[in-house]
């Protein structure tokens, strides 16, 4: 029951409509499929596979490339300590060891509740505001033992409901192309001559 | 110093940002807290480049580009403008790619520039398709970065809603769909073949070169130009005020400016637009107006100059200009723009094992000296860390590095030790330079502070050989 569901096939449509080659549409459908169902099912990769006419094999293949993509079920909020060396310098261990501590889990491990999951994360771009973690890629910054407790009690709470949607969901937003100002799309092999504006230019 | 005791930044929307008494090209609109919104954005001068490139053909534009010789910020500094003319003539479809994918150990620039002004991105972005004549474009935004995906995805909206992107962009024959593209989380994905590969929907390995350059032949075999978020957002600057407003700026071979992360042990870590030319590294760690030094007072032991990638230098080379050939020269590299800090406290292996483990981590598998090299160099320097290492494994961690980049590696100079500086860059037996990445830290860490790594394995002379007993085992 985890193929995409009838509104998300809609969208699929529409994000594999925007690529000249469908198979580009292959990480952003993985993406909406992980958005529906916390994580990457068989189900949905055959779906998949099917909507952008690839096997499943090779769908699992790109897929398990990357590391956003899990293929278990994973908590509600998974919660990535950064520890490369800007973080590490400024005290990741200590904090990964009281995350462990306060959840009572090891890194790659997820609650009884299934509420979070902690990880080991790598640079996050934020290496001023050390040490940094990210709960569903959202960014806490210098992050003290008592920050970090005040989160997960905020987690379990749902105050941060708003702020942070369940795993799996990037954006709170999509890109939307507006019909009558798309250009339209087409395989690079149908395109033989150049674009308007370069063909009127002296060059 | 603790955590909640630094200095915050004055833009609490641009966390880690400070402003300086300094031209601003790129971070214009940091200071507003709105500044990621069309209309902030057309208030303080938001698509005039773009107006104004559309105003002239696109090959003056190009030829704007050119003259301003605004050099790529993704690491390997190669001018814009020439890159755009290597596009073979009457090969069409030709495509913008946008590198989004930020994720260099220390580097923290394109994100902020993606949520707090993303409309410039767009705006560099419809500039460079226009000059360049391509007519899509994707712009591919590291997956682990949720903000900015909203920011970008809500200017794209706006952007064409507005009539700046899309069908006969401001009436004229303009037209481009520019596409958000969501990253998944790889490192090497950044390698701008590598990200062609992932935008084909495909694992993000990057290609073997020959062809060097995707600008012939890149995505779905077509001409492709590929360009960091950074490069792009200083088009509009140049659109608007003239290539000469821009090399008035900066230093001839490296106009303009140029954002750079400095981060670790100093008093204010911080990302600050600074203007090429104009700083030592000296400047940026211990100036007032970049990081104000080390923090709680203590002595500054190593700095990594320019990335995880970039070999590291000690307190001596601190009066370097922050200009690539003089680090270069130096044994570095300036690289992705991130400077981090070690104090005296600092335990260099376990340092160094950060990086090596981030390099291990990221190899694609591609090429055997990188996925073995790398892993091996990862196990290595953890067994040595956790104290279970023997004076052997210091040398096996050269044999390895030899394997990846044969003949000498690039180091500082250390006068305690009477080394000369090695100047950059290495050889490589790698498609890509993540596996010397996973060498290059443990490189200048076991060369520049060889007596850490001597206190923490075990000697020769002090190993014994296991005693046989006479008893059977039960
Ligand atoms: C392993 C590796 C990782 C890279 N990561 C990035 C990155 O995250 N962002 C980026 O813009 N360029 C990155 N680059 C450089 C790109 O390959 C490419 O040179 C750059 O995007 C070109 O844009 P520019 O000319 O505007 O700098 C990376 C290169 C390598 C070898
Ligand atoms: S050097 Fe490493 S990451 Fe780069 S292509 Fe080779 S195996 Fe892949
Ligand atoms: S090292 Fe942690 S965010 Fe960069």
Redesign the interface.
Known sequence: MSRLSDHNVILAKEIIA????Q??????L??LSQEQNGYVTEDAMRHIADM?D?TPAEVY???S?????RFEPTGKYLI?VC????C????ADSLMHHAEQTLGIKAGATTDDGLITLQHA??????????TL?V????R????HESFDQLVDDLRSGALDTEIPPHGT?????????A????A??A?ED????????Q???? | MTVESRVVSPYPWAPGFYPGDRPEIVTSRFQYEDGHTLDRYLATGGYEGLRAALAESPSDVHEVVKNSTLLGRGGAGFPAGVKWGFTPQGVWPRYLVVNGDESEPGTYKDRLLMECDPHQLIEGSLIASYAAGLSQGFLYIRGEMALAHERVAQALNDAYAAGYIGKNILGTDFSIDIVLHWGAGAYVVGEETALIESLEGERGMPRLKPPFFPAAVGLYGMPTIVNNVETLSNLPFIAREGSEAYTAIGTPTSPGTRMIAVSGHVKRPGVYEIVNGSTTFRDLIFGDDFAQGIRDGNELKAFVPGGGSAPWFLPDQLDIPFEGPAAGAAGSMLGSGAVMVMDSTTDIPAAALTLVQFYAHESCGKCVPCREGGTWLYRIVERIVAGHGTDADLETIFEVGQTICPGEMPHASSERLGLDAVPFPYKMTTICFVGPSAYAPIHSALTLFPEEFEALVTKRADRRPIPVTAEVPA
């Open positions: 925007r690529y000249p080659k198979k580009s549409a292959l990480i952003p993985v993406h952008i690839v293949g790109t897929a490339f990357y590391e956003m993509f990535n520890g490369t060396l800007s590490s310098l400024m005290g790598e640079c996050q771009a934020a290496c001023t505001e050390a040490p990210q569903n890629y959202r960014h910054y210098r992050v003290t990037l954006g709170r937003n999509r890109q939307q192309i507006p009558d100002r798309a250009v799309v087409q690079p395109v033989t001559t150049g674009p308007a504006w370069i009127v230019s002296p060059a």
